[in-house]
């Protein structure tokens, strides 16, 4: 069965710390790993995509890993900011067609 | 370039009845994905529609299905509503759902079943 996990469920993080969150899949024949960024009540945020012969992406403070012989990915964010407070979810992508494959997401906190 | 928008944005309904919720893709996107959203569950695929074709198909009831039009909107029908179908309801787009593509997802429609 294809299952995505994520930990920690939440964090809590002072001003301008660096951060790792964890994403870890069953599954290794994935076709891309997308992180995603959701803020309550509202939808999904695409933040980045991996595909599956990448071993990493970069944007802004942000820079996401894939590993796929271990099944894992990180999201690290640097100088993390209170506006980064919401909730991170990774999602694998098994085939073509759109379904992907959640983890139960990483509710994050940044303090002033 | 607009985003992906949806339709009503919430929703309150009585067991037993049965909604319709809309989905308009951005311009130019002709694969649409359907998932729900629940604290207990997280979030799960529904179905996926290209070029008006169901193609995947998530493990849910049949009384949810869906349809796309050919400008590429889609709705998505619940009947006989339960409890356990209170959910947030989104819908993603991209130009063909292929492996390399980045979904983008809409504010979603918020469902209230009472």
């Known amino acids: 069965k294809q299952e995505v996990t994520q930990i920690p469920a939440a964090l809590s993080v002072p001003e301008g710390e660096n951060l790792v969150l964890n994403c870890s899949f069953t599954?290794?024949?994935?076709?891309?790993l997308q992180w995603f960024r959701q803020d309550p009540g509202k939808g999904l945020t695409s933040l980045l995509l991996?595909?599956?012969?990448?071993r990493e992406q970069t944007s802004g403070r942000l820079n996401a890993s894939l590993d796929k012989s271990s099944g894992r990915s990180t999201l690290y964010i640097a100088a993390s900011q209170p506006g980064d407070s919401a909730t991170y979810l990774c999602?694998?992508?098994?085939?073509?067609?759109?379904?992907?494959?959640f983890g139960q997401g990483t509710e994050l906190s940044v303090k002033p | 370039k607009a985003g992906v928008t949806q339709t009503p944005r919430y929703l309150i309904k009585t067991r037993g009845q049965q909604v319709t919720l809309s989905c308009s893709p951005i311009?130019?996107?002709?694969?649409v994905s359907w998932y729900q959203q629940t604290p207990g569950q997280g979030l799960q695929f529904l179905f996926e529609?290209?070029?008006?074709?169901?193609?995947n198909k998530g493990n849910f009831p049949g009384r949810f299905s869906g349809r796309q039009f050919s400008n590429s909107r889609s709705e998505m029908n619940v009947s006989t509503l339960e409890l356990g179908d209170s959910a947030l309801y989104l819908c993603?787009?991209?130009?063909?759902?292929?492996?390399?593509?980045?979904?983008?997802f809409g504010p979603g429609t918020r469902l209230l079943v009472l």
């Open positions: 991996i595909q599956s012969s990448q």
């Open positions: 599954d290794s024949a994935i076709y891309n």
């Open positions: 529609y290209f070029s008006e074709t169901q193609r």
């Open positions: 999602a694998a992508l098994y085939n073509q067609g759109g379904k992907l494959i």
């Open positions: 311009s130019g996107h002709r694969s």
């Open positions: 993603a787009s991209s130009k063909e759902g292929g492996w390399l593509e980045t979904q983008y």
